[in-house]
């Protein structure tokens, strides 16, 4: 018997209505168990209000989350059909991302977390549109702005443009020009912010306030049993996705492949800043669930057969048996 994943990956409208509603009903059984409200949404902000904006148990966060979740599910859309990412037609990143959003309930309370994949959208919109242009400073002050913008929100993400950096030489697009207008985009919110708090807050401008969240801690020590093994799962399925990824790049146009690379990187980096981020891993997930619902979405589109169909429903058992091990436990 031939397992086939076709209807979803261009499904039809009313298939489309049902799919992405089973996604969204995990947020009302989440919200009504009370779940979401046991989570911690401190994490690390630049600025200290930014870390906690609404009282205890408020349904505006969670209200606010569910909607920046359907805007950020119209950019991935928007990105992965504008740069031709899978060369296909789909819909299956859009799933796997509402999905994971809302398996993922530690995120659903944190507005931050989903502001900053806001930006961070934006700055890939921007940067994969350099391909081989080395004179594209106004895209890359903007992008680069925008990942400013994100460090206020998690400080963490100040990593980003390092590995951004890195993806401008992927795109050989790479130059001095570049790379000032990178560097001034993405230093201008923060003098505005230095210089605001100056005047305004000195005592914000401590270096214990500075450097509280950029310190590395392991984020293992904080995670269940349960969690770990649901981890060490995802995982397994994200590298076999990979495997069935690379080999089909040949098919793919040079900046594809480019684009690709570069996002593969990307996931691993935010993986690794959110395994050594305990006080903002939680944050960082949304980033993740973005860069994990392309690549995993790449093979289950464009190689047709039985052994990814059977690993989709292996995620799909997964990530309900993780829902059900949170509400037990």
């Known amino acids: 018997m031939k397992l086939s994943l076709k209807k979803i990956i261009v499904p039809p409208l009313t298939l489309t209505v049902l799919m992405l509603s089973a996604a969204y009903l995990l947020w009302i059984l989440l919200y009504f168990s009370g779940a979401s409200f046991s989570v911690d949404r401190s994490g690390s902000s630049l600025p200290a209000f930014a870390g906690n904006l609404f009282p205890e148990k408020s349904l505006w966060p969670y209200l606010i989350s569910f909607l920046l979740t359907g805007v950020n599910s119209i950019l991935i859309l928007l990105l992965n059909n504008r ?119 000195p005592e914000a401008l401590t270096a214990e306030n500075l450097l509280s969240g950029l310190i590395p801690s392991f984020v293992i020590a904080q995670l269940s049993l349960y969690e770990i093994i649901y981890l060490l799962s995802m995982i397994v399925v994200i590298l076999i996705s990979a495997g069935g990824l690379f080999p089909n790049l040949r098919n793919d146009s040079i900046q594809t492949r480019s684009r690709l690379s570069f996002l593969s990187f990307f996931s691993v980096c935010m993986f690794l800043v959110s395994i050594f981020s305990a006080a903002d891993y939680k944050a960082i997930m949304p980033i993740v669930a973005f860069g994990y619902s392309l690549i995993f979405s790449h093979p289950l589109s464009l190689r047709h057969g039985n052994f990814f169909s059977i690993i989709f429903i292996i995620f799909l058992v997964l990530n309900i048996a993780y829902i059900v091990s949170s509400l037990i436990f």
């Not at 940067?127 to 680069?144: D, I």
């Open 83 to 201: 740069y031709n990412i899978i060369r296909t037609r789909t819909l299956m990143p859009v799933f796997i991302f509402n999905f994971l959003i809302g398996v993922w309930f530690q995120t659903h309370m944190f507005v931050k977390a989903h502001m900053a994949l806001t930006l961070i959208l934006g700055a890939f919109y921007l940067f994969f549109g350099m391909y081989r242009n080395p004179n594209a400073s106004g895209e890359a002050f903007t992008g680069s702005f925008l990942i400013g913008l994100s460090c206020f929100l998690i400080k963490p993400l100040v990593v980003l443009l390092p590995v951004f950096w890195i993806g401008f030489m992927m795109f050989q697009s790479f130059s001095l020009r570049t790379w000032l207008a990178s560097l001034f985009g993405f230093l201008n919110p923060l003098i505005f912010y230095f210089a605001a708090s100056f005047y305004l807050n």
